[in-house]
C-alpha cells in the first residue's frame, strides 16, 4: 500500500492504495466521487475522461500513484455551486445526452477541447478532437452542437 | 479490471532506475503506460515493479542541435505535436504525432514508449526509420536501422533506457496512414522523407515482421520524385500481415495508395 495525495476538486484527498490503483478506481471507489464513469476499462471510450493537472486523461488508464501530488478535477468540480459550467448548461439546451453514461468524459473532454482552441472551433474540428469519447445514443450531433454553443460563449467571454 | 499486484516506483535519476532494474525479478519500465496498461489488464503482461521514467531529466525536453533535432524518449504525442521547434524542422513528425490515438492519450503517451514498444502498427516507428533516426539510450546511440526487431522487438538490452531521438532534419517528409474504423491503428502507414538525392519510405502497419523499408520505391522515387513514379510498384503481398483488417494483397495495394499520399502532402500527415 502506499499513501498517495490528489487534489480533487480543490480539496486533497489522502488514501492507502494498492500501487495497482487506477486513477479512477482512486475517484469512485476512494474519493467517493461516482460521476466519473468506467466505460470500456480499455482507453478507447473516454467515460472515465478528467482533468489531471489541466488536461484531459483517461483515468482508467492513469495509475493513482502515478498521479500523487496532482490536481484532479472531475465532472463534480465543473458547477459554482448551483449554477452549471457554461458546457453542462450546454449539454442541457441542447439536448446533449440522452442515456447520460458518456456525459461526463464528454463534457471533461469538450472543456479541454474548448480551452485547448480558445473556443476557435468548427465542426468538424469538434467531430475530429471527440475521437476518444464515444456515444451510444445521440449520434453525436446533439453533442457537437452544444460543444460549439458552450465554445461560442468561451469566445464571447474572452472578448468581453 | 484489476492487474496483478505490483510495485510502483518513480526514480529521478538513471542510477536509480538501474538500481531498481536489479531488485526485482521482472521489473518493467513505463512512461505513459498506455499500451503498457492496457496490457497488464489483459494479463498479457505481469511485471513486479512497473519503473516510471518520466521523472529522470535526461529524457525530457526539444531542442536543435545544429541540423538535427532531439526529442527526449519521456515528450509527449501532445508535445511532439505542438512543439515550434519540431513543426519547424520537420512539421510531418509534429502532424504524425498528433494523428496518434485521440487528444486524451496524446497528453500521456510518449515517443519512448512507442518506440521501445515497436507495435507493428505504432506511428512513430515509421519516422523513426524514415528519418534515420539515432536512437540514444542509456548506454549506447543505436541507428535506426539496427533497432527494430521484429514485431514488438527492439536490440534493446535488459534495463537499457531510451534517453532521447536524434532526427536529421530532410529536405522534406511526409506521413499517410489509413486507419482501422475500430481501433484507429493504420492498416497501413507510409512516412516518406527526401533529403538531398536521398529517399527513405518507411512502412509500418502492413509488414508481417514490423516496421520496413519498401527500397523498390525509395528507389523509383529517388529517380523521378513524384506518386507516379510508384505506378506498377507494390511491396510483395505474402510479406504483409494478413488479419481481419484485410488481405496480404489488400495491405499491400494499400502501402502503395499511403505511400503516394505521402509524396504528394509533404509536411503533414493525412489520415483516413
Not at chain 1, 63 to 89: H, N, P
Not at chain 2, 55 to 80: F, M, N, Q, S, V
Not at chain 2, 99 to 125: E, H, K, L, W
Not at chain 2, 239 to 246: E, R, S, V, W
Request: proline share 4%.
Amino acid at each position: 500500500m502506499t499513501e498517495v495525495t490528489i487534489t480533487v476538486n480543490g480539496a486533497p484527498q489522502t488514501h492507502d492504495v494498492e500501487d495497482r490503483t487506477l486513477l479512477v478506481h482512486f475517484l469512485r471507489d476512494h474519493a467517493g466521487l461516482t460521476g466519473t464513469h468506467v466505460g470500456c476499462d480499455t482507453t478507447q471510450c473516454g467515460a472515465c475522461t478528467v482533468h489531471l493537472d489541466g488536461r484531459a486523461v483517461k483515468s482508467c488508464t492513469v495509475l493513482a500513484v502515478a498521479a500523487d501530488g496532482g490536481a484532479v478535477t472531475t465532472i463534480e468540480g465543473l458547477a459554482e455551486g448551483d449554477t452549471l459550467s457554461d458546457l453542462q448548461q450546454a449539454f442541457k439546451d441542447n439536448h446533449g445526452l440522452q442515456c447520460g453514461f458518456c456525459t461526463p468524459g464528454m463534457v471533461m473532454a469538450g472543456t479541454d477541447l474548448i480551452r485547448r482552441y480558445g473556443g476557435a472551433l468548427d465542426e468538424e474540428t469538434v467531430r475530429e478532437q471527440l475521437e476518444g469519447n464515444i456515444c451510444r445514443c445521440t449520434g453525436y450531433t446533439n453533442i457537437v452542437k452544444a460543444v460549439l454553443d458552450a465554445a461560442g460563449k468561451y469566445r464571447a467571454k474572452q472578448q468581453a | 479490471m484489476y492487474m496483478y499486484d505490483f510495485t510502483y516506483r518513480r526514480p529521478k535519476t538513471l542510477d536509480e532506475a538501474a538500481a531498481l532494474w536489479g531488485e526485482f525479478d521482472s521489473p518493467s519500465f513505463v512512461s505513459g503506460g498506455h499500451t503498457l496498461i492496457p496490457t497488464m489488464k489483459n494479463r498479457l503482461a505481469a511485471p513486479d515493479v512497473l519503473i516510471d521514467l518520466r521523472a529522470i531529466p535526461e529524457l525530457k525536453g526539444i531542442r536543435r542541435e545544429g541540423d538535427r533535432l532531439l526529442i527526449g524518449a519521456a515528450t509527449t504525442h501532445y508535445e511532439t505535436s505542438t512543439s515550434d521547434l519540431v513543426k519547424d524542422a520537420i512539421p510531418a513528425l509534429a502532424a504524425l504525432a498528433g494523428s496518434i490515438a485521440d487528444p486524451q492519450v496524446r497528453y500521456v503517451g510518449t515517443m519512448g514508449g512507442s518506440v521501445a514498444n515497436n507495435d507493428p502498427s505504432a506511428d512513430y516507428p515509421a519516422a523513426v526509420l524514415s528519418l534515420g533516426a539515432d536512437v540514444v539510450t542509456s548506454q549506447r546511440t543505436i541507428p535506426a536501422e539496427q533497432f527494430f526487431d521484429g514485431l514488438f522487438g527492439t536490440v534493446l538490452e535488459e534495463g537499457e533506457i531510451i534517453l532521447h531521438f536524434s532526427f536529421p532534419i530532410p529536405d522534406s517528409a511526409g506521413y499517410a496512414k489509413l486507419c482501422s474504423q475500430a481501433s484507429r491503428y493504420p492498416v497501413a502507414g507510409s512516412f516518406v522523407s527526401r533529403t538531398g538525392d536521398t529517399v527513405r519510405v518507411a512502412v509500418t502497419g502492413a509488414g508481417n515482421d514490423g516496421v520496413f523499408r519498401w527500397s523498390a520505391a525509395e528507389d523509383a522515387l529517388a529517380r523521378e520524385f513524384a506518386a507516379s513514379a510508384l505506378d506498377g510498384l507494390l511491396p510483395e503481398a505474402d510479406d504483409m500481415i494478413a488479419d481481419l483488417n484485410g488481405s496480404g494483397a489488400y495491405r499491400a495495394h494499400l502501402v502503395g495508395v499511403v505511400t503516394r499520399y505521402a509524396v504528394e502532402n509533404p509536411g503533414t500527415a493525412i489520415v483516413r
